[in-house]
Structure formats: structure tokens, C-alpha cells
């Protein structure tokens, strides 16, 4: 069983940066593309980027480019998301999943794992 924990949600001015971690319990943990999604209040669960098992090869939405970027400590079995520039309509819950489908999974169903979220809210 693979457990996922995401942890460094908060609340920030728009403007502002933070940075998500996400901490992974299996010892197999470098082997597998990592992702990180979204879900707002009412909305379905969005993809925001994913990174390779070696941290290589990124790839994020289209309006996630530019503003977030994800990054991996193999060592740590911790992948990270880091959000510059947030603005009120990033709010959201922010999870971490285990690809099941290699690198360039852009849809949930690509995800195997997923850890509890983290919230995150912006204020204006």
C-alpha cells in the first residue's frame, strides 16, 4: 500500500508563493511518475503538472505553465509544487497522486494513488 501526504496549504495574498510538499511512503517511490492535481468547490478535479520517476521530465496544463513547478527529492521520497504568482482562482485543494501510466498522464484516471490533499486559499 502506497501512502501519500501532502502538507504546506495555507492561506496567502494573491501575489504570493508557496510551496506543497508531498511525502511518499513506498520504497519503490523513484520508479513512478508523480502528478499533482486540483479540486475547487463545485468543480471537477484538475490537472495541474506531473514529473518523472527521475525528475527529468516535467509536464504541466496549459495554464499552469510559467507560474508552477514541480520538482522530486528521490532521497526524501518527496515530491514538491512550487505556486508563484497565486491568484484567488488557484484556491483549492491540492493532491498528489502516483502515476499508473507513466509520464504525460494528464487525467485522473492515469493516477493510482492519491493522498488526502492540502488546502490552499488565496486571498485578494
Known amino acids: 500500500q502506497v501512502q501519500l501526504v501532502e502538507s504546506g496549504g495555507g492561506l496567502v495574498q494573491a501575489g504570493g508563493s508557496l510551496r506543497l510538499s508531498c511525502a511518499a511512503s513506498?520504497?519503490?517511490?523513484?520508479?513512478?511518475?508523480m502528478g499533482w492535481f486540483r479540486q475547487a468547490p463545485g468543480k471537477e478535479r484538475e490537472f495541474v503538472g506531473g514529473?518523472?520517476?527521475?525528475?527529468?521530465?516535467?509536464w504541466y496544463a496549459d495554464s499552469m505553465k510559467g507560474r508552477f513547478a514541480i520538482s522530486r527529492d528521490n532521497a526524501k521520497n518527496t515530491v514538491y509544487l512550487q505556486m508563484n504568482s497565486l491568484k484567488p482562482e488557484d484556491t483549492a485543494v491540492y493532491y498528489c497522486?502516483?502515476?499508473?501510466?507513466?509520464?504525460?498522464?494528464?487525467?485522473?484516471?492515469?493516477?493510482?494513488?492519491w493522498g488526502q490533499g492540502t488546502q490552499v486559499t488565496v486571498s485578494s
Open positions: 497522486a502516483r502515476s499508473s501510466s507513466g509520464n504525460y498522464a494528464y487525467t485522473t484516471e492515469g493516477y493510482d494513488y
Open positions: 514529473v518523472s520517476g527521475g525528475g527529468i521530465a516535467t
Open positions: 513506498a520504497r519503490t517511490f523513484s520508479g513512478y511518475a
